[in-house]
């Protein structure tokens, strides 16, 4: 077991430890604010103070940080330590083993502090990556609270002959999101007519031909994937959660309806061989009552409770978005990701509880890091296939070598190989292939 001495024991501090030291490191763990039985204790130790205690441990001279309480503007302090960036670094003349408040910092990225500050949302109202620390200083691309965790467990296990080896293994999740589940079909057909007569007054004849082949069942839906989803699921052992938009039609959110039968079927069959979760719409962060409504459709259909979700365009308004989906009995939110570039929004690679800063408190709400998504690379970052592969396979390798969670988002039109996406199946096998490789 490892004890962690602080003369103040705060929720963030009991959050944070349990994440780092509980989580990460899997190690049995405890808080003391007693001199005497820190002290007294055999066994691993960190001193959490600017205290000098007789006996080993390994010293983290705290920032302040976690005892403060609500909510400030400020930029963490930041600089270069043993080939990665750190927050919080130690400028007192107190001993600290780490050269930096690790608690602090962790905590920092976890907790989304930045994320309640004031910022420059993008169109669609987003915190996008630009605006986020890790962006900025160039860190966002690896999951910093996860490697030097793995460090201060290192030292741990050096120290005081604890095991070696984390008992946590690399997880991969594939996610679905189904924003649009038929590019002809399932339409009604008030949509159909003008979807012909939008066809023929933009001169999209090629648009229009296919159209038609596919309402008379002379070709495949273009967005039809599911077979190949399916295969590979087969083929690799994967186990996917698919998110279904199952909202009112409007101007970002464009599926077809979830009464019509093709809906209706394809969430009955895909919830055959895998979980399933709410696509919540871009129109449920600014109508009352839409979420739940969409819920419940959703729990209908599939005729089970619906406790995940991940947000249309990945839009979160923190901590409201979270508290709605914990109104609601949503145990587990995939949408901890940024559209704009790959990487680690909160710093981990580690699922992990939103701690809601406005009450100083952990919630049950489980976050599922995302990594990369397909319209990132493709759109955003302006990747070319192979690009796309390269930058695929270094945070795969990246995630594999700290035994994290990766979580990958794809749209079942990505995998069409029609027109823009031309190329783009082949990168997902590949991300496949790689993510399942040795393990």
């Not at 052992?237 to 599926?255: H, I």
């Not at 990747?383 to 988002?409: C, E, H, P, Y």
Request: proline share 4%; charged share 25%; with cysteine.
């Amino acid at each position: 077991m490892v004890l962690i001495y602080t003369p103040r024991v705060t929720n963030r501090i009991q959050y944070i430890v349990k994440f780092l030291i509980g989580e990460i490191c899997g190690f049995d763990y405890a808080v003391t604010s007693s001199n005497d039985v820190f002290i007294n204790f055999k066994g691993a130790k960190i001193n959490y103070s600017d205290r000098n205690l007789p006996g080993d441990s390994i010293r983290m001279h705290p920032s302040g940080f976690l005892t403060e309480k609500g909510i400030r503007e400020f930029t963490p302090r930041i600089r270069i330590h043993d080939s990665y960036p750190v927050l919080f670094p130690n400028e007192s003349n107190q001993k600290c083993d780490l050269g930096y408040d690790l608690f602090a910092s962790a905590f920092f990225l976890v907790s989304r502090y930045e994320e309640y500050l004031p910022f420059l949302e993008d169109r669609y109202g987003r915190f996008e990556a630009d605006q986020s620390f890790a962006y900025q200083n160039g860190f966002l691309d690896v999951p910093l609270v996860d490697i030097q965790t793995l460090d201060l467990r290192n030292k741990l296990s050096e120290m005081f002959n604890l095991p070696a080896q984390s008992a946590r293994k690399f997880t991969f999740i594939p996610t679905y999101d189904i924003d649009i589940a038929y590019a002809y079909k399932g339409r009604g057909l008030s949509r159909n007519i003008m979807a012909v007569a939008k066809d023929i007054l933009t001169f999209d004849f090629n648009n229009l031909k296919n159209r038609i082949k596919v309402l008379t069942g002379k070709m495949p839906d273009p967005y039809d994937t599911y077979e190949l989803q399916l295969w590979l699921q087969k083929k690799y052992q994967l186990n996917p959660v698919y998110f279904f938009l199952s909202a009112r039609f409007g101007p970002r959110d464009k599926n077809i309806s979830i009464h019509s039968r093709h809906f209706y079927h394809l969430i009955k069959k895909l919830g055959d061989y895998a979980e399933t979760g709410i696509h919540p719409s871009f129109a449920s962060h600014y109508k009352k009552d839409r979420l739940l409504e969409e819920i419940k459709t959703l729990a209908s259909v599939s005729n089970s409770n619906i406790e995940k979700s991940r947000q249309h365009y990945l839009k979160i308004n923190i901590p409201k978005t979270y508290l709605d989906l914990i109104r609601y009995n949503i145990l587990n939110d995939y949408s901890m990701g940024f559209a704009s570039h790959t990487g680690f929004r909160a710093g981990t690679c580690t699922p992990f509880h939103f701690f809601n800063l406005n009450e100083e408190t952990e919630t049950r709400l489980k976050i599922f890091p995302l990594a990369i998504m397909d319209s990132t690379l493709r759109d955003y970052m302006k990747l070319d296939t192979l690009q796309a592969r390269k930058k695929i396979k270094t945070i795969i390798d990246t995630v594999k070598k700290f035994n994290g969670t990766f979580i990958s988002l794809w749209h079942n039109d990505a995998l069409s190989n029609n027109q823009a996406w031309e190329g783009w199946r082949d990168v997902y096998i590949y991300l496949i292939e790689e993510a399942t490789k040795n393990t």
